[in-house]
């Protein structure tokens, strides 16, 4: 049997459709660039396996609350609490129950390349889905923990199917008209919140780059409104934004 081409190989593994055969034969294959390629696959196919594991615990709680007679579950999460700038957002979502994205995880754990493509994809799979956006104005009106919190009962209640149990991030609604989990680092430990965690992180982060554009000198494309060294040197040098949280220190100094 004639031997492969490195390339032809590369290909063949690339596709991921090997019989038992055809590997061993690649494991026989002495030229280096042939167990370069297989030693890669290897790590790959560990890497995914890490992925589908670490997938299947995070429907840990989905999986019970269907066992309990939950139909619809939505997850819940929001982004920018800690900013000086810019909205707080929080994002609702009901995934089918056989949803499916090996690599989901806490949004500040993904690459913004990979929560833009599982943004859209979540989007597209979803049940259902809201977004909401609490303005700088309102922050400052009611404070931050009651503006994350108006953020997501907003979110639940635009969704167009009501949900009968919802997943929260770390924190407890407590006028919702079904049952509910407030988890710990939810974010990472459901694929619901972690949906949800995505969604608002990827709409905030496109708001910030859009105000970026009519306020170019604190950094929002970058910072996302967080107090970074180019952000606290553009106060400075600018002053504050009708965008900026008031009620925030070093803004409400600035302010004055």
Request: glycine fraction near 6%; include cysteine; aromatic fraction near 8%.
């Given at each position: ?11 063949l ?6 019989t038992s ?9 002495d ?19 890490i992925?589908?594991n ?5 429907q840990?709680?989905?999986?019970k ?12 999460d ?10 707080v957002?929080?994002?609702a979502?009901?995934l ?12 500040k ?5 990979v ?7 979540i989007?597209?799979?979803a ?10 104005q309102?922050?400052d ?11 997501m009962?907003e979110?639940?209640?635009g ?16 006028n ?10 939810g974010?990472?430990s ?10 608002a ?5 496109q708001?910030?780059?859009?105000l970026?554009?009519?306020f170019?000198?604190y ?8 107090g970074?060294?180019?952000h606290l040197?553009?106060?400075a040098?600018?002053g ?5 949280r008031?009620?925030?220190?070093p803004?409400k100094?600035?302010?004055?």
């Amino acid at each position: 049997m004639k031997k492969q081409s490195i390339a032809e190989i590369k290909v063949l593994l690339n596709e991921d459709n090997l019989t038992s055969e055809e590997w061993e034969i690649l494991v026989q294959d002495d030229r280096k660039g042939v167990q370069t390629l297989l030693k890669s696959y290897q790590r790959k196919k560990e890497h995914e396996k890490i992925l589908i594991n670490q997938f299947e615990e995070m429907q840990q709680y989905e999986k019970k609350a269907f066992q309990n007679g939950a139909e619809r579950i939505a997850g819940v999460d929001e982004v920018g609490r800690g900013p000086l700038a810019g909205p707080v957002v929080a994002a609702a979502v009901i995934l089918p129950k056989d949803f499916r994205l090996i690599g989901l995880n806490d949004s500040k754990k993904l690459k913004e390349n990979v929560r833009e493509e599982y943004s859209a994809y979540i989007k597209e799979h979803a049940i259902s889905y809201h977004i909401s956006f609490i303005n700088n104005q309102v922050i400052d009106q009611i404070n931050i923990y009651e503006a994350t919190k108006k953020a997501m009962y907003e979110a639940l209640s635009g969704l167009t199917a009501s949900p009968d149990h919802v997943l929260i991030d770390a924190v407890h609604l407590p006028n919702l008209n079904c049952s509910q989990e407030a988890i710990i680092k939810g974010d990472a430990s459901s694929i619901s919140i972690a949906a949800a965690s995505v969604l608002a992180k990827v709409a905030r982060d496109q708001f910030m780059k859009e105000l970026h554009k009519e306020f170019p000198g604190y950094g929002f494309d970058k910072n996302m409104g967080y107090g970074t060294k180019v952000h606290l040197d553009g106060l400075a040098e600018f002053g504050v934004t009708p965008y900026h949280r008031r009620s925030f220190a070093p803004i409400k100094t600035l302010g004055k």
